[in-house]
């Protein structure tokens, strides 16, 4: 059975960079797609991009100058960054997995991790 | 970016109703359209991709289908555990972007 965890602090100071790790089971990190997506407070959802099992990444243009996903094959573990946060990057942040083939969709996801950007 | 456009934004219906959420992209996806599940508290879940296709443990009363610009989720039979937000995503063209959501409420 697939799951995904994601990890990390609950609130992050303006200015500073969020971090979140999600921690998979059930499935090689090395055979996916993974990827970020986040869901501000009452509001819908927004893709923030995703790494390749090659390594490549690909992000949204709107966030793409302060984000970086990274990936821990040994820990099977992948990683998002955001840089020079504001009060708007405050949302629920998930992580999912994804496939080669995108018409496949984001089949499994972390149950989802509220982060804070306040003083 | 592609724009996804739902409607409706919300609707009532009642237990054993059949309901239909359409989604209308700003260009053609051909059918790289994905419909998922959200109930309060929890993480999307995946109830379509391709446009038609179930994914594996979804009930059969949940069926999608449409191409190019516009698609349809249709639920046959409501039944009390869907009452739930409903949303599509196009993953087509990076950036992949999801439409408003729709909220289906009890009547």
């Known amino acids: 059975q697939v799951q995904l965890q994601e990890s990390g602090p609950g609130l992050v100071k303006p200015s500073e960079t969020l971090s979140l790790t999600c921690t998979v089971s059930?499935?090689?990190?090395?055979?996916?797609?993974w990827s970020w997506s986040r869901q501000l407070p009452g509001k819908g959802l927004e893709w923030i991009g995703y790494?390749?099992?090659?390594?490549?990444?690909n992000y949204n243009p709107s966030l793409k100058s302060r984000v970086t996903i990274s990936v821990d094959t040994s820990k099977n573990q992948f990683s998002l960054k955001v840089s020079s946060v504001t009060a708007a990057d405050t949302a629920v942040y998930y992580c999912?997995?994804?496939?080669?083939?995108?018409?496949?969709?984001?089949?499994?996801w972390g149950q989802g991790t509220l982060v804070t950007v306040s003083s | 970016d592609i724009q996804m456009t739902q409607s409706p934004s919300s609707l009532s219906a009642s237990v054993g109703d059949r309901v239909t959420i359409t989604c209308r992209a700003s260009?053609?996806?051909?059918?790289?359209l994905n419909w998922y599940q959200q109930k309060p508290g929890k993480a999307p879940k995946l109830l379509i991709y391709a446009a038609s296709s179930l994914q594996s443990g979804v009930p059969s009363r949940f069926s999608g289908s449409g191409s190019g610009t516009d698609f349809t989720l249709t639920i046959t039979s409501l039944q009390p555990e869907d009452f739930a937000a409903y949303y599509c995503q196009q993953n087509y063209n990076t950036p992949w972007t999801f439409g408003q959501g729709t909220k289906v409420e009890i009547k």
């Open positions: 790494i390749s099992n090659s390594g490549r990444s």
């Open positions: 999912a997995r994804e496939h080669y083939d995108s018409r496949l969709g984001l089949d499994y």
């Open positions: 059930g499935a090689s990190i090395s055979n996916y797609y």
């Open positions: 260009q053609s996806i051909s059918i790289y």
